[in-house]
Every structure is written in C-alpha cells, then in structure tokens.
C-alpha cells in the first residue's frame, strides 16, 4: 500500500542522521585539534623552552621545579582562552574579514614553519643561552612572583602563539553553532595538551636533559617544522579561495 507511513522506519531515519551528525562533530573535533596541536607545538616547544627555564631557576630542589611548572602550565591555558574568546572581537573591531586573517596568517605561520626548518642546530643553542643570560638577575627573586613573565611569556608562549592561535580561531569558523563550538574545543583541548607536555618537561627539566641529546631534540623540531610550514600553506590557501573566487566573479 502506498502512503502508509511507518513509525520505526521514521525513528531509524532520525537516528541514521543523528549518527551521521555526531560522526561528523567528532571528525571536526579531531581535525582541529590535530591542526592546533601541530601548529602550537613547534612554537611552544616544551623540550626547548625547558631547557632555558632549567637554566633560569638553576639548581632547586624538585619541589620548587613541578610548583613552577604547575603554575605556568595554567598560565598557558589560559593564556589561549583569553585569546581564543577575545580573538573574533578584535577581528570584529577592526573590520578584519576571516579569508584575509586566514590569508595573513597562513603566510606568517608557513614563515615560521620555513624559519624552523632552515635553523641551525648551533642558532638555537646561542639563542637559548642568550635567554638564559638575560633573566640570569631573575634567579634570585621570587619564582613564583614571575611565573607569568619571563617564564609564561614569552619564554612558553610568544608573540608567534597569539598570531597562530588568532588564525586557528578563524579558521575554526563553521556555518552552525554546534559546528563552531565543536571546532573550537579542538583548539582548547589541544591547548590543554600542550600545557601538560609543559608541565612535564618544566617539572623534570633537569631529568629530560640528561637523557634527550640536543641532536635527537633537533632533528624533531626539523619534522614539526615542516608540517607547521604544510599547515601554514594549507590556511592560506583557504583563505586565498573566496578571494579568488571573488575576483573571478567580479571580472
């Protein structure tokens, strides 16, 4: 008989969609935390950054190591919220459209990501040691009192995670609400990550440097530089696209 409607085939329908829907959030979920993690990683580089505060504290007991350490891991969360929440206001304001911030900072996070790749191994252990010789007057004060600066900022975190974080933001944009919200807990939870691989290479600074040479340590950099430059490339042309697509349509 035709034009029977029958209730478990429409309830089959709902969840066959349902599923659909949450297999594609948890896809969005993964995609943008493996961008974020990626394009984060190189700039904060734990391994890195632990090699100058070890030698900013200096010889401390273990205590005093994971109590800094504690402290700077949640200064780097929320470090990225604030910029991660403020971020598209700012955009807002200044009347920043997002294919020229995906654009933007495309181009600067691939500059990054060739800078990297083309370091030397003997340039980043001068520019450790110059750090190190700069806050050498810090080793005497209150630790706890500079957690956020020099040691969150900008030893952690720099002026390169704002750019990249601001980019990721944009580049998170979905066209639903539950799209946009899923993306941008990729980005979070990938922050998150990041701040517990700090607190554990801040925690046991003087045992990680005793087992990872700076060669081992080097050659890693190299890998993560070369996807950050494949990343960088990749928002960019994204943001390039309706730019085009604009020009072609208006010629």
């Not at 598209?88 to 600067?108: D, E, K, M, P």
């Given at each position: 008989m035709t034009g029977v409607v029958y209730p478990s085939a429409g309830r089959a329908n709902v969840r066959s969609v349902a599923a659909c829907n949450k297999g594609y959030?948890?896809?969005?979920?993964w995609q943008h935390f493996a961008i974020g993690f990626s394009a984060?990683?190189?700039?904060?580089?734990?391994?890195?950054?632990?090699?100058?505060?070890?030698?900013?504290?200096?010889?401390?007991?273990?205590?005093?190591?994971?109590?800094?350490?504690?402290?700077?891991?949640i200064n780097v969360i929320f470090f990225f919220v604030?910029?991660?929440?403020?971020?598209?206001?700012?955009?807002?304001?200044?009347?920043?459209?997002?294919?020229?911030?995906?654009?933007?900072?495309?181009?600067?996070?691939?500059?990054m990501g060739w800078s990297l790749l083309n370091q030397k191994a003997a340039?980043?252990?001068?520019?450790?040691?110059?750090?190190?010789?700069?806050?050498?007057?810090?080793?005497?004060?209150?630790?706890?009192?500079?957690?956020?600066?020099?040691?969150t900022f900008p030893i952690?975190?720099?002026?390169?995670?704002?750019?990249?974080?601001l980019t990721l933001s944009a580049h998170a944009t979905e066209k639903t609400l539950t799209g946009n919200l899923v993306a941008r807990a990729?980005?979070?939870v990938?922050?998150?990550?990041?701040?517990?691989?700090?607190?554990l290479c801040y925690a046991y600074a003087p045992r990680i440097t005793q087992v990872i040479?700076?060669?081992?340590a080097h050659g890693i950099l190299r890998v993560i530089a070369f996807i950050l430059l494949c990343i960088g490339v990749q928002i960019a042309w994204n943001g390039l696209s309706p730019l085009l697509e604009t020009v072609l349509h208006i010629s």
């Open positions: 959030e948890m896809l969005l979920f984060l990683l190189p700039l904060v580089n734990p391994l890195g950054s632990a090699l100058v505060f070890l030698g900013l504290v200096g010889l401390q007991p273990p205590a005093i190591y994971k109590s800094l350490a504690r402290q700077i891991a604030v910029i991660e929440l403020v971020g598209s206001y700012l955009l807002g304001f200044f009347g920043i459209s997002l294919s020229i911030v995906q654009l933007a900072g495309g181009l600067v996070v691939a500059a340039d980043a252990t001068s520019d450790a040691q110059a750090q190190v010789a700069s806050g050498a007057d810090t080793l005497n004060a209150n630790f706890q009192e500079k957690s956020f600066y020099p040691f952690t975190v720099g002026p390169g995670c704002i750019v990249v974080m990729g980005l979070l990938a922050a998150a990550v990041l701040s517990w691989l700090v607190y040479s700076p060669a081992t």
